[in-house]
T-cell receptor
Framework: SQTIHQWPATLVQPVGSPLSLECTVE??????LYWYRQAAGRGLQLLFY??????ISSEVPQNLSASRPQDRQFILSSKKLLLSDSGFYLC?????????????FGPGTRLTVL | QQQVKQSPQSLIVQKGGISIINCAYE??????FPWYQQFPGKGPALLIA?????SEKKEGRFTISFNKSAKQFSLHIMDSQPGDSATYFC????????????????FGKGTHLIIQP
């Protein structure tokens, strides 16, 4: 069966510090990978998605970047965090080949920027 | 531009009652409509999903009703239980690309459901 991991689970960082969040998927090959951000009381906003190693698409201009160094690894980064980067960050995966976009989410990382 | 509108924002239902959450979409290219259940501090879990070629899908106490002409779909939770108390999100997606890629899901803003015992 497939599992998705995210770490760290929680993170408190000062404004201006760098960020690196990691997501890994097990039990599948060539998945599509996604990063979403969930602000308090709001829905999920797609930040990045990737259909393969080194292939990143960005949905919104922002202070963040993403990378996919390995097939089942997705990293979310920032060089200098802003207060507005606080939120709940979720990684998701879907099958690389399929008839519809069924996505499965990881446990999330709670980021607080102070 | 919000492409998926979800209502109500919050809902209180008595144990054993029916919980109904509604969503409306604008993009006629959407072809996949999932519902997610999220407990505090956890990632969303896929609950049930529907394609536009059917008008209803039922899985246990959960039912999706889909109205393609009205561009609306809804989640019904029968015999609601306290353990169903969570935030529910509807979502929609366009078709997978021929090469296997896909856009992300477009989410509604969520409904905070409370089932009172």
């Amino acid at each position: 069966s497939q599992t998705i991991h995210q770490w760290p689970a929680t993170l408190v960082q000062p404004v201006g510090s760098p960020l690196s969040l990691e997501c890994t998927v097990e039990g599948t090959s060539n998945p599509n990978l996604y990063w979403y951000r969930q602000a308090a009381g709001r829905g999920l906003q797609l930040l990045f998605y990737s259909v393969g190693i080194g292939q990143i698409s960005s949905e919104v201009p922002q202070n963040l970047s993403a990378s996919r160094p390995q097939d089942r690894q997705f990293i979310l980064s920032s060089k200098k965090l802003l207060l507005s980067d606080s939120g709940f960050y979720l990684c998701a995966w879907s099958k690389g080949q399929g008839s519809y976009n069924e996505q499965f989410f990881g446990p999330g990382t709670r980021l607080t920027v102070l | 531009q919000q492409q998926v509108k979800q209502s109500p924002q919050s809902l209180i239902v008595q144990k054993g009652g029916i919980s109904i959450i509604n969503c409306a979409y604008e993009n006629t290219a959407f072809d996949y409509f999932p519902w997610y259940q999220q407990f505090p501090g956890k990632g969303p879990a896929l609950l049930i999903a529907i394609r536009p070629d059917v008008s209803e899908k039922k899985e246990g106490r959960f039912t999706i009703s889909f109205n393609k002409s009205a561009k609306q779909f809804s989640l019904h939770i029968m015999d609601s239980q306290p353990g169903d108390s969570a935030t529910y999100f509807c979502a929609a997606s366009t078709p997978m690309y021929s090469g296997g890629g896909a856009d992300g899901l477009t989410f509604g803003k969520g409904t905070h459901l409370i089932i009172q015992p």
